[in-house]
């Protein structure tokens, strides 16, 4: 049995027509509200028995996702229609490999996997659990996938759910562990390869586990989703993925924020914003508003808090003062980019006199990469032939291109500085690029001579190259 076989209806051309058609099937239909922050009516479709369980008072699986109130209604819609694609695909392979021998319970399974695998999410997605929760907790291991599954736990016990799994054919709790597998892989991490790590499902099933959240290739219906969904948006209208400033400075309020706000949880304790996380009673309660709480509010001990959130609404943002490479991967933590603030502020040339003073705290760094540092993404890649539709085979690098990079990951650097004025950011400007070569990065971006210091090797040889690509532009 071939590992990735599901993915051979990721290029059915037929399979894709079919989620276009949003309201071609019968089942739930519900808001979909798109991230380009516009709302607009869309049809999201369910088959099978998922829709059913509306008669719950919970309000099926769907109103399980809604009274978390953890994802709010800007993600609604995407966690429908993953759950929508979790399906289909699942069904996909069922009607044309009946050999794999697909039951309705897989099916059902797989779509309440996709309903619920981002239950876990905190106020504003990954600037949560990537940005907040690593500045107040710097040696946390947490994810939100950990969160998914405590999440799933207590609204399955609170909403008395397993009898109404039960009813609709599910076996428990064998059910229950394959759809928390689905979501974050095996829950037994002591399995030494290459014994088969899931207990959800025979490995004879593996290809169910590459659905939802594919561990393997990263390929799977959640990235196709933001795909199909983000990408025209992105491209067509000129918006441009969500602003690391904006997580950046709406983490920064968060923290000041933190010692003031309490949460209720289970059995009357109370929770901070950060320590929520622990008591799923709370983390329900932890939603976006927090934003509109704290900007609202007449507390004098948000005051801080309250500052940081009025400077986004009124566009008073951070400047950026560029943006840099380094030759190496550099494992970056928090501290490490606590560290790189330091050595920015008092990274000063001797030459300059301007009596600028600049602290630590004015600058903010930022470390993006692609997320598989260097491996090739196509090296997990299994590929059908159509003379051998039931074999994988992977494609080797000179089989793809001859130009295929060396490296396969990009780390930026990129810093912004708190203050706006225009002296003070002229010379965090010039601040940076010394840093810059002091450390050996690559030259910052929009950098011009006249901010570049004198008598410095490194400036010779950027503007000597900026000359080399000039000529060369004009030849």
């Known amino acids: 049995m ?20 949003w309201d071609s099937d019968c089942g739930f239909r519900g808001p979909i509200l798109h991230l380009k922050g516009t709302t607009e009516t869309g049809l999201v479709a369910f088959q099978t028995r998922a829709p059913s369980l509306s008669s719950h008072p919970c309000g099926c699986l769907a109103g399980l996702i809604g009274c978390t109130m953890v994802i709010n209604w800007l993600c609604c819609g995407c966690v429908f229609r993953v759950g929508y694609l979790a399906g289909r695909l699942v069904q996909e392979l069922n009607e044309r490999q009946p050999e794999l021998l697909i039951s309705s319970r897989d099916i059902l399974c797989v779509q309440i996997a996709g309903l619920c695998h981002d239950l876990g999410h905190g106020p504003f997605s990954h600037m949560f659990d990537r940005m907040f929760i690593p500045k107040m907790h710097p040696k946390s291991k947490w994810k939100h996938e950990e969160a998914s599954l405590a999440m799933f736990d207590h609204l399955v016990s609170v909403n008395a759910l397993e009898p109404v799994m039960k009813d609709h054919g599910l076996v428990l709790p064998d059910d229950l562990v394959f759809i928390k597998e689905q979501i974050a892989g095996p829950q037994n991490t002591s399995v030494v390869f290459p014994q088969w790590p899931y207990k959800g499902r025979p490995e004879d099933k593996s290809f169910l586990y ?35 400033e904006f997580g950046k400075k709406i983490t920064e309020a968060f923290v000041k924020a933190e010692p003031h706000i309490q949460i209720q949880g289970s059995e009357g304790k109370m929770f901070t914003i950060s320590t929520a996380i622990n008591d799923m009673e709370a983390y329900t309660k932890l939603t976006d508003h927090l934003f509109e ?27 950026n003062v560029g943006q840099t490479q380094a030759k190496k991967r550099v494992e970056v933590s928090q501290e490490q980019l606590l560290k790189w603030a330091s050595e920015v502020a008092t990274c000063r040339p001797e030459s300059d006199l301007q009596g600028v003073t600049l602290e630590p705290g004015d600058f903010v760094i930022i470390n993006m990469d692609w997320g598989m540092k260097e ?77 570049l210091p004198k008598h410095n090797p490194h400036t010779t040889r950027w503007i000597s190259t900026d000359h080399q690509l000039t000529t060369l532009r004009q030849g």
């Open 2 to 21: 071939c590992h990735c076989l599901s993915l051979k209806c990721l290029a059915s051309t037929h399979f894709w027509k079919s989620v276009e058609n």
């Open 210 to 244: 590459e659905i939802v959240a594919n561990k393997v290739s990263g390929i799977d219906v959640d990235k196709w989703d933001y795909f199909a969904r983000d990408g025209p948006d992105c491209q067509h209208s000129g918006l441009q993925p969500p602003n690391l």
């Open 293 to 319: 709480q704290i900007l609202y509010s007449s507390s004098s001990e948000l005051a801080e808090a309250r500052d940081i959130l009025q400077n986004i609404t009124c566009r008073n943002l951070y400047k």
């Open 375 to 451: 491996k090739n993404p196509i090296n997990n890649m299994h590929f059908y032939c159509k003379n051998t539709p039931t074999r994988t085979t992977r494609i080797s690098r000179n089989q793809v291109s001859q130009m295929l990079p060396d490296r396969f990951s990009e780390q930026l650097i990129r810093v912004y500085f708190k203050k706006r004025d225009e002296k003070t950011v002229e010379a965090a400007k010039i601040n940076f690029v010394k840093w810059c070569m002091d450390n050996n990065f690559s030259k910052p971006q929009d950098i011009t001579p006249p901010t």
